[in-house]
C-alpha cells in the first residue's frame, strides 16, 4: 500500500510522534494506517522498558479549578531533562492530562491513570510520549481538592503549584490568590495546630528541650520555655499562624478575619519540583 502525506500528517496528529519517525512507520507498515500507529505505540513502550531506570526529577507541577471553583487538581509530570521541560508540547500534554482530572473528578493518582484521554488511558498516553520524547515521562503526583471555594496557582516557570480550599462560597478573588502564594512561598506543612499529629508535636517538643538542656538551661524550667519553641514553630509551619507575607504585622488568620470572620482555609496542596 502507498501512503500519502497527508497520511503522514494524520498519523503526527493523531500520536505526536515526529514527521520522520510517523514516514518511516507508514512505510514498515505498508501504508497501513492502524498498523502504523501501533508500531508507534509499541516504539513508545520499547523506548520506556529501556529508560525505566533512569531518573525523572525534571517536568511540571500545574494547578488548576474547576469553572464553578469547587473542585481543584494539582499534577506533576516528570521528565529527565529541563529542556524537555519548558518545551510547549509537553506543557500542554501536562495541561491536558490536567483537564482530564477535573473533567472527571479523579480521587488520586490511580484513577487518573486509568481515565481515557483520547481513546488510549492517561498511562499509555505517557508511555507513548516517552517514545515520541526520547526521555522517561512520568506521571509521579496527582492531588485533588474539593470545598466550597478552590483557588490554585502556578508560579512561574511551573516548578511549583499550589491549591488551597476555603469553607465559603464565593471568596474575594485577590484575597484566595494571596492565600494560595502564601502557601508557595512559605511552606507550611498544615492548616493549623490542629492539623498536626501528636507524634510530630512531641518529637518537637523534646526536640526543643535537648536542646535547651545542653545549653545549661535549668532542668525545672525545660518544659515551659520548649512550650515557648514550640508555639514558635507554630507560626513558622501552620498556614493560619503564619505571618502574612504582604503585612509583616498580621497573621494569615488575622487576615481571613478582616475579610469575613468566618472564612478559614480547610486544605491546601503544595508541590514544589526539586524541593
Not at 113 to 129: C, H, I
Request: net charge negative; aromatic share 6%; proline share 1%.
Amino acid at each position: 500500500m502507498s501512503f500519502t502525506t497527508a497520511d503522514v500528517v494524520k498519523l503526527r496528529k493523531l500520536t505526536g510522534a515526529g514527521m520522520m519517525d510517523c514516514k518511516n512507520a507508514l512505510k514498515d507498515a505498508d501504508g497501513n494506517f492502524d498498523k502504523a500507529v501501533e508500531i508507534i505505540r509499541e516504539k513508545g513502550k520499547l523506548v520506556a522498558n529501556k529508560r525505566a531506570g533512569r531518573e525523572a526529577s525534571e517536568g511540571v507541577a500545574l494547578a488548576k479549578v474547576t469553572d464553578d471553583k469547587k473542585f481543584g487538581g494539582l499534577v506533576v509530570l516528570n521528565c529527565e531533562t529541563d529542556f524537555v521541560a519548558k518545551n510547549e508540547d509537553f506543557v500542554a500534554f501536562a495541561d491536558k492530562i490536567l483537564n482530564i482530572a477535573l473533567e472527571n473528578k479523579a480521587e488520586n493518582l490511580d484513577a487518573l491513570k486509568a481515565l481515557d484521554l483520547d481513546g488510549r488511558t492517561v498511562e499509555d498516553q505517557v508511555t507513548e510520549q516517552t517514545g515520541v520524547i526520547g526521555e522517561k515521562i512520568e506521571l509521579s503526583y496527582y492531588s485533588k481538592i474539593e470545598d466550597e471555594t478552590v483557588v490554585s496557582y502556578i508560579h512561574p516557570g511551573n516548578k511549583l503549584a499550589t491549591m488551597v480550599g476555603f469553607n465559603q462560597a464565593d471568596v474575594d478573588t485577590q484575597v484566595a490568590k494571596d492565600i494560595a502564594m502564601q502557601v508557595a512561598a512559605m511552606a507550611p506543612v498544615a492548616v493549623d495546630t490542629n492539623s498536626i499529629p501528636q507524634a510530630e508535636i512531641d518529637k518537637e517538643l523534646d526536640f526543643a528541650k535537648e536542646k535547651y538542656r545542653k545549653e545549661g538551661k535549668p532542668e525545672a524550667m525545660l518544659d515551659k520555655i520548649a512550650q515557648g519553641s514550640l508555639n514558635k514553630w507554630y507560626k513558622e509551619v501552620t498556614l493560619l499562624n503564619q505571618t502574612y507575607v504582604k503585612d509583616g504585622k498580621i497573621s494569615i488568620k488575622d487576615f481571613l478575619a478582616q475579610n469575613d470572620k468566618d472564612l478559614t482555609v480547610t486544605a491546601f496542596e503544595r508541590y514544589a519540583l526539586n524541593d
